[in-house]
């Protein structure tokens, strides 16, 4: 029971950390119809550029506060991470507005190549670590119930955390704000709300800039457990089927569909795995949603948006 | 002046139905024909039919394969290097396990199983589209990949996981020269390009045109969408099996899944978008494109007289690739096979520009 409850958690936690990378393709598409198979790719540009700029910062400036260092890399990973934002509007998206939505997925994915390439060329390609002194001991709980006790990791349990934190934020600003409103108008229909006078170039921009702080603390976190390196952007590929199975529109999808996912991978591989031959957590998830998409296309919490053939 | 149709009348149907209608075209066709078939097996030396031809044949075909898919009928699929994959292997197994199986015979029989995946990971597109189906073709994508590695008897129980195949032949005649293996491609892809040519000119690949177009108006003037889309799926799956056993056979020889991850699809997916979608000529275009680019840019620096690493080199690879997918699809959604288009009709108008 003791050994059950513990991968449950591990799964639940690991879960948490699909939902916060799919909680950024939720964003963009919610706010802009655009499925950005970018996102993993933004992932990896975002937490490159903290786990650069907090090494190469104490070096520039001359000082040793690693504190000091986190900050700042995380102000400049930002404002990087909002630049980013800012040239995939200007130089792709605002030229494919009212085009297909294969057309913009398409796009995206030649936007996450051109990612991949230029952040590895500029922060280079080796592995980094990013250090924001997360607790790294285990922690030991219900010591008293099971035998052994249940082993859990602080680092997930922060990770949790911050993540339900990026979620509140994130609701907060979507349903009580004017520009959160703005983005749900262009996500119903581009032309409709331009034509209502919603500058559609700047909510792109402002979108996008969201997704990036999400990649931003999708990255650190992810970052900070495993090193930051090209792995990193395929991870994103795992948070694809949360997307699908919680639904492309909805946050709380993203974040209950990854958990399903963490744990449902978790537990299949330790108690089916051995009947498959092991290793099955690679398409486990797609399966899981591929198997959901037959039975309710539009996931646990999207919207019935897909028109069906 | 040279290239138009003035003059050239058509007294019967059959004239007017060819897939060249225009003579020059004709007469072109078969130059490049001959061209491929002897000029270049004599002139072009072992390393270039090896690393580059051979390739960009194999490739050509699997993208002609998914361009039926993708840009004939409109469904995106990420899971080509799936169906290669299946098309390889299945293809394996047959040539192992049966005595004295035709090269030919096992490699069709792999596009044949390759069909059956194809068509089984297709029926997810009767309900859905778009997005959902991409990600719905990952999962074969990934269940192939992790297939291929875990289950033993697909590999025959190899235990390095990686099979090989070696002492090809047909009809007696080896196929172990890169000259050899060169023509062996070379006839798959004229015929299967043939086939693919007449097959969307026809009943079914209209069909797939106007499912892809808009599949609630086709639907409505009785075009089957279960059927449409099936068939696409299974011709291309088909073809792509076809390539992917060719690319395990000839011109890898020993193999392992790896050969067909998830970055084989994506370079397909790209080599149709840059070729042009829902163009035949366009996957030769598209192939030829991303097999040349990666040498081009790295000879280019020794040209300039500067080096630069490796890594560098495939990280400007993969910008660069990256840069033209969206500049492709801003600028000219219908890739290089427009261009050449264009460029034709520019031809039969010249010197006059109206």
């Avoid at chain 1, 602080?154 to 349903?175: K, N, S």
């Avoid at chain 1, 051995?274 to 309710?296: D, N, S, T």
């Avoid at chain 2, 031809?53 to 469904?75: D, E, H, K, M, R």
């Amino acid at each position: 029971m003791g050994f059950f409850l513990e991968t449950l958690f591990g799964g639940l936690m690991v879960g948490m950390l699909y939902s916060l990378i799919a909680i950024g393709f939720v964003l963009i598409y919610k706010a802009s119809g655009v499925f950005n198979f970018a996102q993993g790719a933004m992932v990896l540009f975002a937490a490159l550029a903290m786990a650069r700029f907090a090494e190469w910062f104490p070096q520039w400036f001359g000082f040793e506060s690693q504190v000091l260092a986190n900050i700042l890399a995380f102000i400049a990973a930002m404002g990087v991470m909002v630049i980013v934002a800012w040239l995939i509007e200007r130089l792709a998206l605002s030229k494919l507005v009212n085009q297909e939505g294969i057309t913009l997925l398409m796009a995206t994915l030649g936007i996450a190549y051109f990612l991949d390439g230029v952040g590895q060329t500029i922060f280079g390609n080796d592995i980094y670590k990013i250090d924001i002194g997360m607790p790294k001991e285990p922690l030991m709980v219900l010591q008293g119930t099971f035998q052994g006790g249940l082993l859990l990791s602080q680092e997930d349990l922060v990770a949790a955390l911050v993540a339900a934190g990026l979620v509140v934020v994130l609701a907060i600003f979507f349903q009580k704000t004017a520009t959160g409103r703005a983005l749900r108008a262009v996500a119903d229909d581009h032309q409709a709300a331009q034509s209502i006078g919603i500058p559609l170039k700047r909510i792109w921009v402002i979108v996008w800039s969201v997704a990036g702080f999400s990649a931003l603390v999708a990255g650190i976190i992810w970052g900070s457990k495993l090193g930051v390196q090209f792995s990193l952007s395929l991870v994103a590929l795992k948070a694809l089927p949360v997307v699908i199975l919680g639904g492309l529109t909805s946050i709380p999808g993203a974040i209950i569909g990854g958990l399903l996912i963490g744990v449902g991978e978790k537990l299949s591989e330790i108690y089916l795995g051995p009947m498959l031959g092991g290793g099955i957590e690679i398409w486990f998830a797609y399966v899981l949603a591929l198997v959901f998409l037959l039975v309710r296309p539009q996931g646990l919490f999207g919207e019935k948006i897909i028109d069906r053939v | 002046m040279f290239y138009r149709e003035n003059g050239q009348f058509k007294s019967s149907y059959r004239a007017d139905q060819q897939i060249f209608p225009i003579a020059q075209d004709r007469i072109a066709i078969l130059v490049l024909l001959l061209v491929a078939f002897i000029v270049v097996p004599l002139g072009v030396s072992d390393y270039w039919m090896r690393a580059i031809l051979t390739p960009f044949l194999i490739l050509s075909l699997a993208a002609l394969g998914l361009n039926i898919l993708v840009g004939y009928c409109g469904q995106i699929s990420l899971g080509t290097g799936a169906f290669m994959a299946v098309g390889a292997y299945a293809a394996y197994n047959f040539q192992v396990r049966i005595d004295g199986m035709p090269l030919i015979a096992s490699l069709l029989l792999g596009g044949l199983c390759a069909t059956v995946i194809g068509v089984l990971f297709g029926i997810p597109s009767l309900r859905i589209k778009g997005l959902y189906l991409a990600v719905a073709t990952l999962a074969a994508q990934f269940f192939t990949d992790w297939a291929f590695l875990r289950i033993q008897w697909f590999t025959n129980n190899s235990s390095s996981g990686s099979v090989s195949v070696a002492g090809l032949n047909v009809f007696g005649v080896p196929i172990e020269s890169p000259v050899q293996k060169y023509l062996f491609c070379l006839i798959f892809v004229v015929v299967f390009a043939l086939l693919a040519k007449n097959l969307v000119r026809s009943a079914i690949g209209r069909e797939w045109m106007a499912m892809r177009d808009m599949d609630v108006a086709a639907a409505v003037i009785g075009i089957r969408p279960v059927y449409a889309k099936l068939t696409a799926f299974a011709v291309s799956s088909f073809i792509v099996g076809v390539a992917g056993a060719l690319w395990g056979f000839v011109h890898l020889g020993a193999w392992e899944p790896a050969a067909f991850s998830i970055d084989r699809s994506f370079q397909l997916l790209f080599m149709v978008i840059i070729g042009g979608l829902g163009s035949i000529m366009g996957s030769f275009f598209g192939a030829a494109f991303i097999v040349l680019l990666p040498l081009f840019l790295n000879q280019l620096p020794g040209w300039l007289g500067f080096s630069i690493s490796t890594a560098l080199a495939s990280h400007l690879e993969t910008m660069i690739f990256g840069a033209l997918i969206v500049f492709f699809l801003i600028v000219e959604p219908h890739g290089l096979a427009r261009l050449w288009s264009t460029g034709k009709e520019k031809l039969r108008l010249w010197p006059f520009p109206h």
